[in-house]
Each structure stands twice: as C-alpha cells, then as structure tokens.
C-alpha cells in the first residue's frame, strides 16, 4: 500500500498549486490570474461539480491544466462504511471521464482523510494518491487575504504541493480572500525563484 505523495522530492525550483473541490465559484478568476502569469495548477475536481459544470471543467482542462479526481460526492472517508468510501472514490472518476474523456490519475481524498481501503483500490489502479505539505486554509469567513497569503508563503520551498480552494463542494463560500491571495503568493515564488507546476510535473524525474 503506497502512502500519499505529500511534497516533490525538492531538487529543482518548482511548487505545485493545487484547486479542490471545483469546479466551482472561483474557478474561472482561478483560471485568469494563472493565465496572465503563464502557469499551470493542477485542478482536484468532484464527479459531481465537474458533471454539474462541464464546460467550466473542460475549459481548465483545454486551457492545459492537470486534472485530479476528489471523489464523487466529497464525503468523509473517515466517517462512512467502507463500500460508500469506496464508491464515492470510484464514482468521481467515471463522472471526470465522462467530461474528458479519460480517467484522471491522480487521485485525492476528500479533507486529505485517506483510508487503507482506497490506497489499497488507488495501487491497483496505478493511481497515484496526492496530499499536501501546504493547507492554506482559504475557507473559513474569518481568514484573509493578507493571512492565506501569509501562510503559504512562510512554508514555500522547493517540492512544496499547496492546496487552494476553487470551489467548495455542497457548501457556501466566499473566495475573495483566496482570490487576493493567490497573486501574493505567485509573487512570493517568483520572488524566490519558484516555478509553479503541475503535480505530475512536480513528480516527475
């Protein structure tokens, strides 16, 4: 049973940003702020919110982001039985391919909450399971910009992965924080001399 990935191994200048739960509000700013910098996020969708939007989601997709499955429904793997963990985890990727056309390979768990049972299904999947070494913690109403940003920052480092909110899945939110946030942080690592890329990117050797 292979762990989750939760940072590249740091031997060159790169991050990789990560978008969960779209798509969703933010998502098209999302796509406007990494598109005047010219990088590439990779993107964990829900089956659901990418069935309820598909043109949203084929747009980050056609645009050149890198798509990741986040479950179907976004549920609790800790809190449910095993067979629902499990079918929410499998149902999120039909629901992606039936939008793009293929299965996505990436592969992570709702609130990072990864159980035995679906690292066990993600191996024999050849999926390859994705945490975080940053959790920016855009969501609650009291955070702003200025402390999302502030966050992130303190730990950018090379292999760093950092996970932002696009959408939130079955919940309100408000993403302008996050929304100002985001070009500080692009700042900070181009300041540092870190590229933004893709989680597979990130991976690769």
């Known amino acids: 049973m292979t762990l989750p990935v939760e940072r590249g191994p740091g031997k060159r200048p790169e991050i990789a940003l990560t978008f969960d739960d779209g798509p969703g509000g ?13 990088v590439f996020g990779t993107f964990f969708m829900t089956g659901a919110q990418a069935r309820a939007d598909p043109a949203l989601a084929r747009a980050v997709g056609a645009i050149g982001h890198e798509i990741g499955s986040h ?38 768990a709702p609130y990072g909450h990864f159980v035995p049972a679906t690292l066990t299904e993600a191996d024999a999947r050849g999926w390859t399971c994705v945490g975080w070494s940053i959790l920016a913690r855009d969501w609650p109403p009291d955070e702003t910009a200025d402390s999302i ?27 302008r924080a996050m929304l100002r946030a985001l070009p500080a942080i692009l700042d900070a690592a181009q300041e540092r001399g870190l590229v933004p890329v893709t989680v597979s990117g990130l991976l690769a050797d």
Not at 76 to 94: K, N, R, S, Y
Request: aromatic fraction near 4%; proline fraction near 6%; glycine fraction near 12%.
């Open 26 to 38: 933010a998502t098209a700013h999302v796509l406007d702020i990494l598109g005047m910098r010219g």
């Open 71 to 108: 479950t179907f429904d976004h549920l609790d793997h800790d809190t449910v039985p095993i067979e629902v963990a499990l079918g929410d985890m499998l149902d999120g990727p039909v629901a992606l391919e039936r939008v793009f056309g293929g299965e996505p390979s990436l592969y992570r």
């Open 149 to 175: 940003a502030a966050r992130v920052v303190a730990a950018l480092e090379p292999g760093a992965i950092v996970v932002l909110h696009d959408g939130r899945h079955g919940k309100p939110a408000d993403h």
